[in-house]
């Protein structure tokens, strides 16, 4: 073939090419062209079979239950360690500090925008059991949303004893001062 003749055949296969085609006359693939278009979370989606619980979860009993009443029913099972406050101060300093500030007197730095959350040096809540502050961070109470799903239940708990070293160091006992006291003579010998 010539150089002519392939002018010609490209010519006449760009010209059959640039008809307007709104129906193709073969489709290649009909499930895929005639499947219908879903958006992601859109639609019916299964449902877990009744009952199930997804691994590693641990069901709170006490949903129905004032933070009071479940104060009354359980107490902290971890040990006050140095690791377990340390732990907890991180979990603070991560989920609590921007609301309830560094010391829990609720002056976080989010407070000029949004209502001043209570005071965790407040009488009201230094007289909760440890069980009733893990139901509140667990369900959540006023605008304070649930904090189950961020915080693990271990986590919780040292938060709690954090939470209580803060109270301590606010308002020390007489214990507390003489405990120091006899640390920094024993500090100065």
Known sequence: MNKQ?????LSFLALVGCG????????YMPDM????AIKAQEGIQRLPV????????????????DPVAAGKLHQ???PRTKETLARGQKIFNTYCIVCHGAYGEG???????????????????K?????????VITLGQNLMSSYASQIAPEDRWALVHYIRAL??????????MKFVEDRNAALAR
């Open 76 to 78: 902290n099972p971890v």
């Open 33 to 36: 062209h005639y499947s219908p």
């Open 127 to 135: 007289g909760y059991a440890d069980g009733s502050i893990y139901n």
């Open 50 to 65: 009744a009952g199930t619980i997804p691994r590693g979860y641990e069901p709170y009993a006490h949903q129905d239950l």
């Open 5 to 9: 003749t392939w002018i010609i055949a």
């Open 167 to 176: 109270q301590r160091a606010k308002n020390p006992s007489p214990a507390d």
């Open 20 to 27: 307007k085609h709104e129906k193709p006359n073969f489709t």
């Open 107 to 125: 002056d976080g730095s989010v407070v000029p925008k949004y209502p001043r959350p209570p005071s965790l040096q407040s009488d009201k809540i």
